[in-house]
């Protein structure tokens, strides 16, 4: 069964620039209809859409990270990135990647994260 | 952004019991809405998808309704393991968004 794992460092100084990469194990990120997307979820807050990417490479961002965000596909690792630079402290959260799928209602598709990784805490702190 | 509000904000509630929570969208999303359920320390886990189906492996005794703006997710039968957050989320237009969450305790 398909599933992902993220990585990168727990603790991120501020002004610097937060780097995850989310691993995905059997299944390909080269699939057609997937989105992989990058979450993050504050403590006792609600959970934010950071970004995603299609298949084809393309990329949607959150506006209010836009211009901060950067997120990438490695198809040669099966994996996909997240950069996110001049961090502070208010990026501060437990970082999830997931992969959001067609989900078939009806006769419509509606787009779901049917798969989540475990998640990693980054802390923006001096 | 499309602003997503649920109600109540938390809830307790016994063993059997049957209970909803309602998740309001800002502006019509039509059936994009999807239900998450997230215990403490984990990953949120998709129950339904497009307002109503039921995701693989989800329990029956979950169900949910909706359509526009307004949406309900009830669970009946509550057992002890139902004891976590629910999120709703919008994926009509982007950026998709969640609601705030309903913490539910099973008394």
């Known amino acids: 069964q398909v599933q992902l794992q993220e990585s990168g460092p727990g603790l991120v100084k501020p002004s610097q620039t937060l780097s995850l990469t989310c691993t995905v194990s059997?299944?390909?990120?080269?699939?057609?209809?997937?989105?992989w997307s990058w979450i993050r979820q504050p403590a006792g807050s609600r959970l934010e859409y950071i970004g995603r990417?299609?298949?084809?490479?393309?990329?949607d961002y959150s506006p209010s990270l836009k211009s901060r965000v950067t997120i990438s596909m490695d198809t040669s690792k099966n994996q996909f990135s997240l950069t996110l630079t001049s961090v502070t402290a208010a990026d501060t959260a437990m970082y999830y990647c997931?992969?959001?799928?067609?989900?078939?209602?009806?006769?419509?598709?509606?787009?779901?994260?049917?798969?989540w990784g475990q998640g990693t805490t980054v802390t923006v702190s001096s | 952004d499309i602003q997503m509000t649920q109600s109540p904000s938390s809830l307790s509630a016994s063993v059997g019991d049957r209970i909803t929570i309602n998740c309001r969208a800002s502006?019509?999303?039509?059936?994009?809405l999807n239900w998450y359920q997230q215990k403490p320390g984990k990953a949120p886990n998709l129950l339904i998808y497009?307002?109503?189906g039921l995701q693989k492996g989800v329990p029956s005794n979950f169900s949910a309704t909706g359509s526009g703006a307004d949406f309900t997710l009830t669970i009946t039968g509550l057992q002890p393991e139902d004891s976590a957050a629910y999120y709703c989320?919008?994926?009509?237009?982007?950026?998709?968004?969640f609601g705030q969450g309903t913490k539910v305790e099973v008394k």
């Open positions: 059997g299944g390909s990120i080269s699939s057609d209809y997937y989105y």
């Open positions: 497009g307002a109503s």
């Open positions: 997931a992969r959001d799928a067609p989900m078939i209602q009806g006769v419509k598709p509606y787009y779901a994260a049917d798969l």
């Open positions: 989320q919008q994926t009509s237009s982007s950026p998709w968004t």
């Open positions: 990417i299609y298949s084809s490479g393309t990329t």
């Open positions: 502006q019509s999303i039509s059936g994009y």
